[in-house]
């Protein structure tokens, strides 16, 4: 299966916790980008790197978050001190900077996170 | 700060029925994008926009895209209960991320 893949796909931690997700994206895509998504709501930015460079982040993405992409394959979301109001899915997705499906966006599977 | 809209957020409908999403967007952008999400499941594409004008359609789904407008339309021609999910429309801003839509859950019933 050569689609993005996430990890875990379900965590649930207390809070205070911190957590990481892991994201790998289509092998020839250099671009990736990590989502929100609450119940109800469409899914909102957080970040994106294209390659291992992070171009961009969401005032959404507050210090407790932070994002990695060390060689600019996959990525690594993490969260310090979660917050109840964390609790959220997160998408992840990739997309090429050139070619036929120029900036088409997939998404992965997502991480359910629950913050008790 | 770019704004997607969409509109009904929800809707009920009977198999065989057709009926139409709207997607408004507050900027101008060069590429739209549908996406189809069951519950519990992440996004899967269904169709990218990239001109004024464009007609895309698969199956029982065809979508449009007027820029001068900022609006594109998901039309749904003789409903099926396999179609009941929620769609969202995502507008790309720079750099190519997403802004999306608050979705439109629908439901098609017997």
């Known amino acids: 299966d050569t689609g993005v893949s996430q990890n875990p796909r379900h965590k649930i931690t207390k809070r205070g916790q911190n957590v990481t997700f892991r994201c790998d994206p289509i092998s020839e895509h250099n671009r990736l980008y990590w989502y929100r998504q609450t119940l109800g709501q469409g899914p909102e930015f957080l970040t994106y790197?294209?390659?291992?460079?992070?171009?961009?982040k969401s005032r959404l993405l507050s210090d407790r978050f932070s994002a990695e992409r060390p060689k600019g394959s996959f990525s690594t979301l993490e969260i310090q001190r979660t917050e109840q109001g964390d609790s959220a899915m997160y998408l992840c997705?990739?997309?090429?900077?050139?070619?036929?499906?120029?900036?088409?966006?997939?998404f992965g599977p997502g991480t359910r996170l629950t913050v008790l | 700060e770019l704004k997607v809209e969409q509109n009904p957020l929800f809707l009920s409908m009977q198999e065989g029925k057709n009926y139409t999403i709207y997607c408004n967007y507050s900027t101008t952008s060069d590429r739209l994008y549908w996406y189809r999400q069951d519950p519990g499941k992440s996004l899967e594409s269904l169709f990218v926009?990239?001109?004024?004008?464009a007609v895309k359609q698969e199956g029982r789904l065809m979508a449009s895209l007027d820029t001068k407008a900022r609006l594109s339309t998901l039309h749904i021609t003789a409903a099926v209960h396999d179609l009941s999910a929620t769609y969202f429309c995502a507008v790309d801003t720079n750099a190519g991320k997403s802004t999306f839509g608050d979705g439109t859950t629908l439901t098609v019933k017997p």
């Open positions: 926009l990239l001109s004024n004008g």
């Open positions: 790197f294209q390659n291992e460079a992070q171009l961009e």
């Open positions: 997705a990739s997309s090429a900077s050139q070619g036929r499906s120029y900036n088409e966006q997939f």
